[in-house]
Each structure stands twice: as C-alpha cells, then as structure tokens.
C-alpha cells in the first residue's frame, strides 16, 4: 500500500507537471498561428497507450514516463525532422514566425511552471497557513546521530542558534539553511559555539549511508503498556513520561534505549513523572532489550508538556499573495544555491543528485495534500530552473539561440542548430544517465 500510495503521488505529480509545461508552449504557439502537430504525456517510442486527433493536432499519452512534448511544425527539436526542415518553410511553421514571437513559445512552459509555483505557495498560504516549532522553545536541544555531524564537533543536545549568518528562529530554517553552509553555530550548556563545515560536506552527506541532520528528541511518554509485555499490570497510565533508569537521567528515547540494550533480561530501577508527582516503578526488560511500552509524539501532545512550542499563523487572502511571493522567491534562490553548488567539484554535491527514485523518495507514504502540493511546487520551480539551462535541446538553449538572433540580427543556420540539437541531446542523456545512475549506486551500496 505504501508503494501504491508513493507512486500514485509521484506520477500525479509529474503528469500535472509536464502537461502543464507543455500547455505553456502549446497555448502561445496556437495563439500565434503555428500548427503544433502532436500534444504528448510521457514519450511515444514506437507506440502510444492513447492517441486521439482534433484538428491538427494528435493529443496522446506515451508508455515511457521520462518527461513528455509538443511537437512544433518547423522547430528543430528533438524529433530532428529533417525531411520537413529540407521542404521550403511554411506561414504555419516556427521557423517563419518573428523572433519575438518564437521567444515567447520557448518561455512559455518555464513561465507556467513559475506561475504555478506561486499559485499553490500563494493557495497553501490562505488554505492551510504555516505551522512550525519554535527552535529556542526545543526542550533537550536536538537529535544528532549521524557520526559525519559528531565527528566533527556535533553533540546531541546541541541547540542550533546560526547558520552562516542566519539567526534560526523556526525548526524549519535549520533545513532550509544548512545547504550550501560553511559555519553552524550551537549553543551547548550555555555557551555558544561554531563548528565549521568541511568543504565537502555535501558530498560527504550524499555519500553516507545515514543522512540524517538535526533532528527533534523525541521523549519517552507512556501511551499504552501491551498485553505481551512482562510489564504488564505496572501502574502506569498514558501520560506517564520516563525520568530516570537506575539513577541516570533518561527522558529521551536516545537515553533509554542504550540502558535497555545493556539491560537485557534485567529489572531496572526507573522513575515517571505523573502530572507533577515523580513515582518510581520496578520494570522488566526482555531478552530483546524492549519493554512493550508504546509511546506517544504527537507534536500537539509534545507542547502541552512544554517540550516544544508550536508556532502557527494564519493568512488573510489579500495577505496569501505576500506570504506566497515570499517562499516562491525564496525557493527559487535555494535552489539556484544547490545548482551552483553542485556545479562546485569541491562540495562534492554532485553525489546528491539523483533522478527518478529520488524524486519519488521526497514523497510521504501516506496520503497529504499539503505536501503533495508543497513537493509540485517545489518540483515545479525545479522544471523550470532546469528548463532555462543553456543546453541545446532544452529551452533554454532555443532561447539562449534566439536572444542571439535578436540581438545580432542574425539567425544561426538550420545546420548549425541542427547539429547543436543533436550535441545538447548527447548532454541530456549524460545528465539523466549520472542522476539515475547514482540512484543505483546508493540503492546497491548505502
């Protein structure tokens, strides 16, 4: 079922995407007169999963989920139609529209793609407002396991006060700061202090087979004791929260759990604290080193016991656009922040990217609108990030072709800009072939 529900989001996702992109070339190409010969979801190699023809154009969804196209009557794509570029050049077709006009047909499915960005941020904002965690208000500091964060410096417990010369108020900003970053500065038993980043931190982070970052402690609160455990019939009742083991402080799932690891079979000493009373109670610990005690960490429950603040704000439609400008532009500079520094050998970030399974990866296993239409933006803004690269076969690389004929005044040869297809498309396939190659490498050895 998790699968089912994964990729259910995924090709959602990527379907809505990709029509959407297209429709962004499709409408100014109509608009200007040019016949748009094929509308396709998903490539058609050899044979289609549906065709239909209206008009002048054959609408139809493909078998291979790589991406999708319009195809344009007279613009060298990758088609490289060359019979109907050798035939004299048609009203109909791109090539005898004005420079300005074949312009505004190649922005135009970067532009859908931004705008929709900007309209889910803009629609998220008014619909469901913004929840976060209140970082000063983290009781216990954060969760650090992963031995690339300790091994240079990094302590659970740690509070995260900077990033670079960013103040971190909300838990979310630790995530949104951290790529790309040279310097954290923590606060640990109320001193502060900055660690530094190796240069390759990225890479080294890609490479790892943990890739966790700074994570919330999670306390150990009673929620149920099960009929299987040997603890069964110990007063404890839901709410209950672990104090102490044997005399050692163990509040924090990462304190208990080593105590019961070491106490296999034994009984240990522990102390709860109820309300405001601390009871002490004797508990049994399988051979497994489990107590078959459910916990609870809901975040709502987590802030009523003063473990955390929750931080929500609600929006006023007029105020939606606002909010909604700000994450989309914010984005848009993460994001060209991540392109540039994986195009820095030195980070190493080059071993993150990854193709589809990554993408797929981003999306939860259950069922949330709010994130299936947080991740779209996001992978929106991504598609067309990508899509204004100055790499023939890709927009950009028209529009980077057409920028010079305007200029200029003159127009590169059908040969040239033949050729210079067929180099960009070698590019793409290189491009694809690393990102999916590197999700195969960490499925097969992380």
Do not use: C
Not at 228 to 244: A, H, P, Q, R, Y
């Amino acid at each position: 079922m998790e699968f089912i529900i994964k990729i259910g989001q995924f090709l959602l996702s990527l379907s809505l995407l990709i029509v959407l992109h297209e429709l962004g070339h499709f409408i100014p190409a109509k608009a200007f007169k040019t016949r748009v010969e094929k509308f396709y979801l998903f490539f058609d190699v050899k044979y289609s999963l549906f065709k239909k023809k209206i008009g002048e154009t054959v609408y139809g969804i493909g078998w291979l989920p790589l991406g999708g196209y319009v195809k344009i009557s007279g613009m060298i794509d990758e088609s490289m139609d060359k019979e109907q570029m050798a035939l004299p050049p048609q009203p109909w077709e791109f090539r005898s529209k004005p420079a300005w006009q074949r312009l505004i047909i190649m922005l135009g499915g970067v532009f859908v793609n931004f705008v929709l960005a900007y309209v889910i941020y803009v629609v998220m904002s008014f619909a469901y407002g913004d929840t976060d965690i209140d970082a000063a208000s983290i009781k216990g500091g954060m969760l650090i396991e992963n031995p690339l964060l300790t091994d240079i410096g990094f302590q659970t417990g740690d509070h995260v006060v900077k990033i670079d010369d960013t103040k971190i108020i909300n838990e979310s900003d630790i995530r949104k700061n951290i790529i790309g970053a040279n310097s954290v500065t923590i606060k640990r038993n109320g001193t502060e202090k900055t660690i530094q980043l190796p240069v390759d931190f990225l890479g080294q982070l890609s490479s790892s087979k943990d890739r966790s970052l700074f994570d919330l402690r999670q306390p150990f609160i009673v929620s149920k004791v099960l009929d299987t455990s040997l603890n069964k019939g110990v007063d404890l009742k839901e709410g209950d929260i672990f104090m102490s083991i044997n005399g050692k402080s163990a509040e924090f799932y990462d304190q208990v759990l080593p105590v019961l690891e070491q106490s296999k079979g034994q009984t240990i000493a522990t102390v709860f604290k109820r309300g405001n009373t601390n009871i002490e109670r004797t508990l049994k610990v399988d051979d497994k080193g489990k107590l078959d005690i459910l916990t609870q960490t809901k975040a709502s429950d987590l802030e009523k016991l003063g473990y955390l603040k929750v931080v929500r704000k609600e929006y006023g439609f007029a105020e939606s656009f606002g909010v909604g400008l700000n994450k989309f532009t914010g984005q848009i500079t993460s994001y060209f922040g991540q392109l540039k520094a994986i195009f820095n050998p030195s980070t190493g970030a080059y071993k993150g990217v990854g193709g589809f399974k990554a993408i797929y990866d981003v999306f939860p296993s259950t069922w949330s609108w709010p994130a299936f239409w947080s991740l779209t933006a996001f992978l929106s803004i991504m598609l067309g990030v990508l899509n204004l690269l100055p790499i023939p076969a890709l927009d950009g690389g028209h529009v980077m072709f057409l920028l010079y004929e305007i200029i200029s005044g003159r127009k590169p040869s059908e040969k040239f800009l033949e050729k210079a297809q067929l180099v960009g498309f070698f590019i793409l396939i290189g491009l694809v072939m690393f990102a999916n190659g590197n999700d195969i490498f960490k499925a097969i050895f992380n």
